[in-house]
């Protein structure tokens, strides 16, 4: 278990630090370009395009590739050389697509500058996600976490700084972000050479064929993942009243949402391999680890849900001062409960992927993507951006359930279930007291107070443990 704890801690810091950069970024954003909302959307949309169409390159090759480089690492070069001719044809398709989607939408002239930079970084960054694979695989998370930080520092301290002392605008930020994603595939690449493994491009249909048959039910599965989780944007664009002004508002909503999930990311990304080999071994119980796994996310995303959306309109007005408290507050506070199911949801996820339960997920997701679509079709025309971020809470409600239950009938059970209740009961308790004195008192002591309270009362119920060791094996 020290290292499950010691990757989760590397990829938790590394990913932190990307999301604090991140947001940091984008009040930046925000401030610098508040009176031109409609490229700001417009990059917003773009955003979300490209890494949605991203995940074309992917093809849910990760979650496979990981699982056999764990459970034969001695063939991890021809593992990796096979898939790199396999995303290097993907990357081309997928930045036709983008380029074609662009068009397809009517975008502006510059917007379709953005998708061609943006796009071509996407691409570049799937190629180099490849490599961070080895890293997962062998369990070195802290090469990953070292790329991961190099990048956003690049983008965010470099960009940063051309925005505000130079003045230049969004497209020539995007070629910074472009700059650093080659930098990424340079530096995953080189570590993987120097510390791991070599590279062998001979054709083994025996891998493409291994790969293909798990990848392919997971690659449509991640496609209806992706599509419920970004389209939300494009369709505000095209569906919300107050158009591109509407992507803003949620943008910047999502953002802060987006940094704090990067927790449950972290931590089953580093439990993925220990979880692929305890399924794997028919002699160790799963019912364990999947309870410690899913604990943890509930004591974690229960008050970060009650929390984040009892001080929404506090916290928007402070980091977005320019932006009225009807543009972003309420986005933000419903996207929260929808950021504390993610929490859930991505246990669930990790253990079908660890699984290998490849039409289960991709059913799961497209049900939820349909749902998605559907919702957003009836409630973005009707409530803007708000409409969105109820869809999400709705879609993310359904996958969670769904999952549930489909993980209880084939997979495993809890061990214990009190967690479930003690977490919610003593998120509500803190959410009333924020509720009253959220106007008395400011956020920088709140926040603090609240985390005391509510871990205070966790650790009294004796929910604030590790996870036993024994419970892994030799894991």
Same mark, same amino acid.
Not at 38 to 56: D, P
Not at 177 to 191: E, H, K, P, Q, Y
Not at 324 to 341: K, N, R, V, Y
Not at 370 to 387: D, E, K, T
């Given at each position: 278990? +020290?290292?499950?704890?010691?990757?989760?801690?590397?990829?938790?810091?590394?990913?932190?630090?990307?999301?604090?950069?991140?947001?940091?970024?984008?009040?930046?954003?925000?401030?610098?370009?508040?009176?031109?909302?409609?490229?700001?959307?417009?990059?917003?949309?773009?955003?979300?395009? #490209?890494?949605?169409?991203?995940?074309?390159?992917?093809?849910?090759?990760?979650?496979?590739?990981?699982?056999?480089?764990?459970?034969?690492?001695?063939?991890?070069?021809?593992?990796?050389?096979?898939? /790199?001719?396999?995303?290097?044809?993907?990357?081309?398709?997928?930045?036709?697509?983008?380029?074609?989607?662009?068009? /397809?939408?009517?975008?502006?002239?510059?917007?379709?500058?953005?998708?061609?930079?943006?796009?071509?970084?996407?691409?570049?960054?799937?190629?180099?996600?490849?490599?961070?694979?080895?890293?997962?695989?062998?369990?070195?998370?802290?090469?990953?976490?070292?790329?991961?930080?190099?990048?956003?520092?690049?983008?965010?301290?470099?960009?940063?700084?051309?925005?505000?002392?130079?003045?230049? &605008?969004?497209?020539?930020?995007?070629?910074?972000?472009?700059?650093?994603?080659?930098?990424?595939?340079?530096? %995953?690449?080189?570590?993987?050479?120097?510390?791991?493994?070599?590279?062998?491009?001979?054709?083994?249909?025996?891998?493409?064929?291994?790969?293909?048959?798990?990848?392919?039910?997971?690659?449509? &599965?991640?496609?209806?993942?992706?599509?419920?989780?970004?389209?939300?944007?494009?369709?505000?664009?095209?569906?919300?009243?107050?158009?591109?002004?509407?992507?803003?508002?949620?943008?910047?909503?999502?953002?802060?949402?987006?940094?704090? #999930?990067?927790?449950?990311?972290?931590?089953?990304?580093?439990?993925?391999?220990?979880?692929?080999?305890?399924?794997?071994?028919?002699?160790?119980?799963?019912?364990?680890?999947?309870?410690?796994?899913?604990?943890?996310?509930?004591?974690? &995303?229960?008050?970060?849900?009650? &929390?984040?959306?009892?001080?929404?309109?506090?916290? %928007?007005?402070?980091?977005?001062?320019?932006?009225?408290?009807?543009?972003?507050?309420?986005?933000?506070?419903?996207? %929260?409960?929808?950021?504390?199911?993610?929490?859930?949801?991505?246990?669930?996820?990790?253990?079908?992927?660890?699984?290998?339960?490849?039409?289960?997920? #991709?059913?799961?997701?497209?049900?939820?993507?349909?749902?998605?679509?559907?919702? +957003?079709?009836?409630?973005?025309?009707?409530?803007?951006?708000?409409?969105?971020?109820?869809?999400?809470?709705?879609?993310?409600?359904?996958?969670?359930?769904?999952?549930?239950?489909?993980?209880?009938?084939?997979?495993?059970?809890? #061990?214990?279930?009190?967690?479930?209740?003690?977490?919610?009961?003593?998120?509500?308790?803190?959410?009333?007291?924020?509720?009253?004195?959220?106007?008395?008192?400011?956020?920088?002591?709140?926040?603090?107070?609240?985390?005391?309270?509510?871990?205070?009362?966790?650790?009294?119920?004796?929910?604030?443990?590790?996870?036993?060791?024994?419970?892994?094996?030799?894991?």
């Amino acid at each position: 278990m +020290n290292r499950v704890f010691k990757n989760t801690s590397a990829l938790f810091i590394a990913h932190l630090i990307a999301r604090i950069f991140s947001l940091g970024l984008t009040l930046l954003l925000a401030e610098y370009f508040k009176e031109e909302l409609k490229l700001l959307g417009q990059y917003f949309a773009v955003m979300s395009l #490209t890494n949605m169409i991203a995940s074309i390159a992917e093809l849910g090759i990760h979650a496979p590739l990981i699982r056999e480089m764990t459970l034969y690492p001695q063939h991890a070069r021809h593992f990796v050389g096979n898939a /790199l001719i396999i995303r290097l044809f993907l990357a081309i398709v997928a930045f036709v697509v983008m380029i074609e989607s662009g068009r /397809l939408l009517n975008y502006s002239p510059k917007a379709l500058q953005m998708i061609i930079l943006l796009g071509s970084a996407e691409v570049i960054n799937s190629i180099a996600q490849l490599f961070r694979c080895v890293f997962r695989a062998f369990e070195e998370m802290k090469y990953e976490a070292f790329t991961v930080v190099v990048e956003r520092s690049i983008v965010v301290f470099i960009g940063g700084m051309l925005i505000v002392f130079v003045g230049v &605008g969004l497209v020539d930020f995007c070629v910074m972000v472009l700059i650093a994603s080659v930098l990424n595939l340079a530096l %995953s690449v080189g570590i993987v050479l120097k510390q791991f493994t070599s590279l062998r491009f001979d054709f083994d249909l025996g891998i493409w064929r291994n790969l293909m048959s798990q990848a392919l039910p997971f690659a449509f &599965g991640n496609i209806f993942y992706l599509i419920y989780f970004r389209i939300d944007i494009i369709l505000i664009s095209k569906l919300s009243p107050h158009g591109d002004d509407a992507i803003v508002w949620y943008g910047l909503a999502y953002t802060i949402v987006n940094a704090f #999930t990067i927790l449950p990311g972290a931590f089953m990304g580093a439990m993925f391999p220990a979880m692929s080999r305890a399924l794997e071994d028919k002699e160790i119980d799963f019912s364990p680890i999947f309870t410690d796994a899913l604990r943890w996310m509930f004591l974690l &995303g229960m008050p970060f849900a009650v &929390g984040l959306a009892t001080l929404a309109p506090k916290i %928007s007005a402070i980091l977005f001062p320019s932006y009225g408290p009807e543009t972003i507050a309420p986005a933000l506070s419903l996207l %929260s409960w929808s950021g504390g199911l993610i929490f859930l949801t991505t246990v669930l996820i990790t253990v079908l992927r660890a699984a290998d339960k490849r039409y289960p997920f #991709t059913l799961l997701m497209a049900t939820t993507a349909l749902l998605n679509i559907a919702l +957003n079709l009836q409630l973005i025309p009707r409530f803007s951006h708000v409409g969105a971020a109820i869809t999400m809470i709705i879609s993310e409600a359904y996958l969670f359930i769904a999952s549930l239950i489909y993980i209880f009938c084939r997979i495993s059970k809890l #061990t214990e279930f009190g967690f479930a209740i003690k977490a919610p009961v003593v998120s509500a308790v803190m959410g009333v007291g924020l509720l009253l004195l959220r106007e008395r008192f400011s956020i920088w002591l709140l926040i603090p107070a609240a985390t005391v309270f509510y871990f205070g009362v966790m650790a009294i119920f004796k929910e604030i443990r590790g996870i036993r060791s024994e419970r892994w094996g030799e894991m």
